[in-house]
């Protein structure tokens, strides 16, 4: 195969797995924006809806941390597949849920597709252009932003004329569709299979250790902000379209600068890149406990999201850059996990919180934790904080 060709093939498979991870947000997105409607048809409690979106994010920990590493004994696509298909069957559970019992088994089943092919898509794309690890996983980050903020402009147009189900539905038939379509793309499995079958043994590197610290402040602030974001907005008297809008607008700039975000991260150097960037993304998320309109939520949103657009893959970059590469599905399966083990916690604690103390006390209490966490990643990677490009070349 001549190098354009290779590299045409490679650009074909970052992008399919790009639009597929983009299906699997698309359906959370449509969660994030109909929790007040659950509450408000239903009656269920902001405890419940936030054990609701907790759940997904424990499900997802458990594959990712148990299942994830087979994708690096040659079973990256069969995982994404597969992933594909479970979280279809919790997608449609959550369409057809009248009741908090029957939306924590919906949720629970999407987490655990999810947590099944998220690695694998990162190992694909990782190995399909191994000396762009920084662009592949801006392009990934990317589309699961896109697909998050689809989510709402799809419930947005199908609720008000098909029902509260018809959003679960139409994406879990789109994505048995699309990864019907990508069953035909020839990806690159890894041969050299580990003899771990986990990959905690990984976290004895520091750096790797830091990374994953570091990483899990990014769900600390998503756990907070997505279990919130539609509940303070309702509180404030913002109308459902300024919730919706916030959303686009929170996804846009990041869509448009994660792959530079991710380029930057490899070439200036990830740890450098995520220690100030989560640091910002802290002080930002302070300031949502404190804005008095849903336009004023909006725009300190806008400018959270240029900050996140350009820092937040740096996570991923690092372990993508210090993990071995016959081991990165296991690498950002046990980094995947921890951070959604993280939001998880952090979405059930931020609604009780909320529902105890208010909105100020859950941000403020949010912008604490992340900057020890960030802290705490930092000085388990010091030894790496110069660590540029990747492994074996030359410095940019």
Do not use: K, Y
């Given at each position: 195969m001549t190098d354009l060709a290779r590299q045409r093939q490679a650009r074909e498979v970052v992008w399919t797995f790009c639009f597929l991870s983009g299906l699997l947000a698309c359906g959370y997105g449509v969660i994030f924006t109909v929790l007040d409607d659950y509450h408000n048809t239903y009656g269920i409690s902001e405890k419940g809806l936030g054990v609701v979106v907790g759940i997904g994010f424990l499900t997802s920990f458990l594959g990712q941390v148990t299942i994830a590493s087979l994708a690096d004994r040659g079973h990256a696509r069969l995982l994404v597949y597969l992933g594909l298909a479970v979280n279809a069957l919790g997608l449609v559970l959550m369409g057809f849920g009248e009741?908090?019992?029957?939306?924590?088994?919906?949720?629970?089943?999407?987490g655990l597709g999810i947590g099944m092919a998220n690695p694998a898509m990162r190992c694909i794309v990782i190995l399909a252009n191994r000396d762009s690890i920084g662009d592949s996983l801006g392009k990934l980050l990317a589309a699961d932003v896109t697909g998050f903020a689809i989510g709402p402009l799809v419930s947005a147009l199908l609720v008000p004329l098909l029902g509260l189900r018809s959003p679960f539905l139409f994406i879990a038939a789109l994505s048995i569709l699309?990864?019907?379509?990508?069953?035909?793309?020839?990806?690159?499995?890894?041969?050299?299979?580990?003899?771990?079958r986990f990959a905690f043994d990984l976290l004895s590197d520091r750096p790797f250790a830091g990374a994953v610290v570091m990483a899990t402040a990014v769900f600390v602030m998503i756990g907070v902000f997505d279990s919130l974001w539609a509940l303070v907005l309702d509180e404030i008297g913002a109308s459902d379209l300024v919730a919706n809008i916030g959303i686009t607008v929170f996804a846009l700039p990041?869509?448009?600068?994660?792959?530079?975000g991710?380029?930057?991260?490899?070439?200036?150097?990830?740890?450098?890149?995520?220690?100030?960037?989560?640091?910002?993304g802290a002080g930002f998320m302070s300031l949502y406990g404190f804005?008095?309109?849903?336009?004023?939520m909006v725009a300190v949103a806008l400018c959270h999201s240029i900050n996140d657009g350009l820092t937040v893959s740096s996570t991923s970059v690092a372990a993508g850059m210090v993990a071995p590469p016959e081991r990165q599905a296991?690498?950002?399966g046990l980094l995947g996990g921890a951070q959604t083990l993280t939001g998880g916690v952090a979405a059930f604690a931020a609604g009780f919180v909320y529902e105890e103390w208010g909105r100020q006390v859950a941000y403020l209490a949010c912008t604490g934790a992340m900057t020890v966490i960030v802290l705490f990643g930092a000085w388990l990677s010091r030894s790496a904080w110069g660590l540029k490009d990747l492994p074996g070349q030359a410095s940019a």
């Open positions: 009741s908090l019992p029957a939306l924590l088994v919906g949720r629970l089943i999407m699309a990864g019907g379509l990508a069953a035909r793309l020839r990806v690159e499995e890894t041969s050299d299979a580990p003899r771990e990041m869509l448009f600068l994660a792959a530079r991710g380029r930057m991260a490899q070439r200036v150097g990830p740890f450098r890149v995520g220690t100030f960037g989560l640091l910002a804005m008095p309109s849903g336009i004023l296991g690498a950002h």
